[in-house]
């Protein structure tokens, strides 16, 4: 039997006491089952959502368990009535790896939302390894426009902020702010150039060297978190882990303005802010808030479609596999020079 390397999660800890949470293992490639393919990964993105299963904030159900969900690699083999790809082609497996299929949610193209949502990374085995399976239905094609490392970060953060841009309503014209500037923000930007070139960006983020990316990338104005933009704002996507940002965000918001929060989970370090939270202040006049849950393989599809069309591609960090645990560290220390992404074959 084959073997293959991978990073595997053997349990719950948190990372300020535990830095190398993921061992090294060599493990037997899997067969793929009717249905699914077998992928040869050429790259992994590294999300802050590993943190989340690693630190339990979104514990995966059994253990141990391969990580990583934004996965780019060649079809190796295809299961028994797979009939969707050859062997060769290059394909991407995201956050979704499957659905129930039959639910109202599922049916409605909600599949996001339906009860038997499976995760890759956390509910199956992912792509922090040489090989990994998936349902063929799961698996998209990537556009020839970019590499493979620079398309892993797409799978997840760039669909997840195009679900988030979707969710806002935004209108061509309307002022849009952004809270917390890591991947899926600095996707979100370029995203809105394209698509609604008369929207004003407005950045808030903690660090001097990520307001001044976000001005480089186009954005009319950046301040700290805690900063009042100069306008009040339509719509604003919240992307950071914490709970301070959301209570300021809200006091950025014009009257029927929506909040959309894109974290999987909140960090209970902060949740005293709450308090601050005003009525008058921070929701009455109709505000909004709507968070942002997985995404659907039409997010994925559009969105890479999206992408290849605006030329955007991400800027990414590379680290060879074994050093997944370097890179989910400074990714949590926000050490963040672009999308991180593991170089596996
Ligand atoms: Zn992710
Ligand atoms: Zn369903």
Redesign the pocket.
């Known amino acids: 039997m084959r073997a293959m390397k991978a990073m595997m999660l053997t349990g719950v800890s948190s990372l300020r006491e535990n830095k190398s949470p993921l061992k090294l293992v060599s493990i037997p490639v899997p067969e793929p089952d009717p249905g699914e393919v077998l992928i040869r990964i050429s790259i992994c993105g590294v999300c802050h959502t590993e943190l989340d299963e690693i630190e339990g904030r979104t514990p995966p159900p059994k253990f141990p368990v391969i990580p990583g969900h934004q996965v780019v690699g060649t079809i190796e083999k295809t299961g028994s009535g797979a009939l969707k790809f050859r062997p060769g082609e290059r394909v991407g497996v995201a956050w979704i790896c499957s659905?129930?299929?039959?639910?109202h949610?599922?049916l409605e193209g909600r599949?996001n939302l339906?009860?038997?949502f499976m995760a890759t990374g956390r509910d199956v085995n992912g792509g922090y390894a040489e090989y990994m399976t998936a349902p063929e239905n799961f698996v998209h094609p990537i556009p020839d426009f970019f590499s493979d490392a620079e398309a892993a970060p797409l799978l997840c953060a760039g669909a997840i902020g195009y679900r988030s841009i979707q969710l806002t309503r935004l209108k061509d014209g309307d002022l849009l702010g952004l809270t917390g500037f890591g991947a899926s923000a600095h996707l979100v930007l370029k995203m809105v150039r394209h698509r609604y070139p008369n929207t004003q960006v407005f950045v808030f983020a903690r660090k001097e060297q990520e307001r001044a990316f976000a001005k480089k990338l186009g954005a009319v104005w950046s301040g700290d978190i805690t900063d009042r933009s100069p306008e009040k704002l339509n719509s604003i996507i919240d992307t950071t882990p914490a709970w301070k940002p959301v209570v300021e965000a809200l006091a950025n918001l014009e009257k029927g303005g929506r909040l959309v929060i894109n974290a999987i989970r909140k960090e209970e370090t902060d949740k005293a802010y709450l308090q601050q939270l005003s009525y008058p202040e921070h929701l009455w006049m109709e505000k909004e808030i709507k968070s942002v849950a997985n995404v659907t393989r039409r997010d994925v599809v559009e969105f890479l479609e999206l992408a290849a069309d605006a030329g955007i591609k991400p800027h990414i960090q590379v680290y060879p596999l074994e050093e997944a645990n370097k890179a989910l560290l400074e990714l949590k220390e926000q050490k963040i020079r672009g999308a991180k992404v593991l170089q596996i074959t």
Not at 99 to 103: I, K, V, Y
Request: charged residues 25%; contains cysteine.
């Open positions: 659905a129930c299929g039959r639910c949610f599922c599949e339906c009860d038997n």
